[in-house]
């Protein structure tokens, strides 16, 4: 098992970055898959992007590719979303999940963090 904890949201101005930070516990952390997922008020879940194992793999949907960067610290069970030129429709609760494999990632991954708030204005 993994418990996650998101820290960074807050409120930042078009055209600004912020870097969210997910932080698992345990000695397994570098054993899962990690992702990224938001919801906007109003709207379904939805998938930001994965990072492999090792960091080497990340993938990134379409709205936020070239802005949104995922890393990840295994010696610090820490992953990241590096976010810029953020735009107001990025607003959304953002959330880390882990699970054992990219594929079990896309059907409905196993642990979820609470998420933390994003808000972008105009």
């Known amino acids: 098992q993994v418990q996650l904890v998101e820290s960074g949201g807050g409120l930042v101005q078009a055209g600004g970055s912020l870097r969210l930070s997910c932080t698992g516990s345990?000695?397994?952390?570098?054993?899962?898959?990690m992702a990224w997922f938001r919801q906007a008020p109003g709207k379904e879940r939805e998938s930001v992007g994965a990072i492999g194992r090792s960091g080497v793999v990340v993938e990134y949907e379409d709205s936020v590719k070239g802005r949104f960067t995922i890393s990840r610290d295994n010696a610090k069970n820490t992953v990241f979303l590096q976010m810029n030129s953020l735009k107001p429709e990025d607003t959304a609760v953002y959330y880390c999940?882990?699970?054992?494999?990219?594929?079990?990632?896309?059907?409905?991954?196993?642990?979820w963090g609470q998420g933390t708030q994003v808000t972008v204005s105009s």
């Open positions: 345990g000695r397994t952390f570098s054993s899962y898959v």
């Open positions: 999940a882990a699970d054992t494999t990219f594929g079990n990632l896309r059907r409905g991954p196993e642990y």
